[in-house]
């Protein structure tokens, strides 16, 4: 543990009061129950830590911590670390630009908007712009006379809230890892341009790419055992 730990000490940890890997020994000791609730706990990555160390370390050193006390909760707790870094979700859009092109609907007559907060207003407007309806579940309903290329694309998380009316009305595209480490390594290498491979003069480059595809295809497949995988 205390290797590992050791590295809290070299990453400023010093400037929130605590005292690297010692100070955290010293705070199990002192506080051995919030600890062990913290450690007992059926989602300690998303728990904060006991004492000044749930505000006084950033994300990266608390994952440190919890690959030390539970190492059963590290995947997940990578992958909400990942998730806060980069944003959740698969996006779309390079596949739309792609269809765009292939149609001709290039240029203004496709439009981008990431839904957040505030943001439903302006949808809505954007609906109504390219559909002349003013609210999404009716103005699919009453589209009778709309523009042969108009198209409306909804992403979405899995939701039970989602209008059934849209759904059935819907085609539905789900996006999935491919099964098996064949059909893995083949989406994988389906993204990498040959240009990107051929123009690397080391003679390395190609095996690593092909370790690299083999070792993502490897982790793929053991994410539907969940934590034994």
Not at 75 to 99: C, F
Not at 213 to 218: E, I, L, M, P
Request: one cysteine or more; proline letters at 7%; aromatic letters at 8%.
């Amino acid at each position: 543990m205390f290797p590992l730990l050791s590295i809290l000490i070299r990453v400023s940890i010093s400037k929130h009061n605590i005292e690297g890997v010692w100070g955290l020994a010293v705070s199990i000791e002192r506080s051995e129950n919030s600890w062990k609730n913290w450690f007992d706990s059926d989602t300690p990555e998303v728990t904060p830590l006991p004492g000044a160390y749930s505000s006084g370390l950033t994300d990266l050193q608390q994952l440190l911590v919890l690959r030390c006390f539970r190492v059963d909760r590290i995947y997940r707790a990578i992958t909400n670390y990942i998730t806060k870094l980069m944003g959740p979700g698969d996006d779309p859009a390079g596949e739309l630009h792609k269809l765009e092109g292939r149609i001709g609907a290039g240029g203004s007559r496709l439009r981008f908007l990431a839904m957040g907060q505030g943001q439903e207003k302006l949808a809505l407007q954007m609906l109504e712009t390219a559909s002349q309806k003013d609210n999404l579940d009716k103005a699919l309903e009453k589209m009778t006379h709309q523009h042969p290329d108009f198209r409306l694309w909804l992403t979405t998380a899995p939701t039970p809230d989602f209008p059934i009316s849209i759904l059935q009305r819907s085609l539905k595209v789900v996006t999935e890892p491919p099964n098996g480490l064949e059909l893995n390594m083949c989406n994988t290498y389906h993204k990498i341009p040959p240009s990107a491979l051929e123009d690397c003069f080391y003679t390395a480059f190609k095996p690593l790419v092909h370790v690299h595809a083999f070792f993502h295809a490897v982790v793929q497949e053991t994410r539907k055992y969940g934590t034994i995988g």
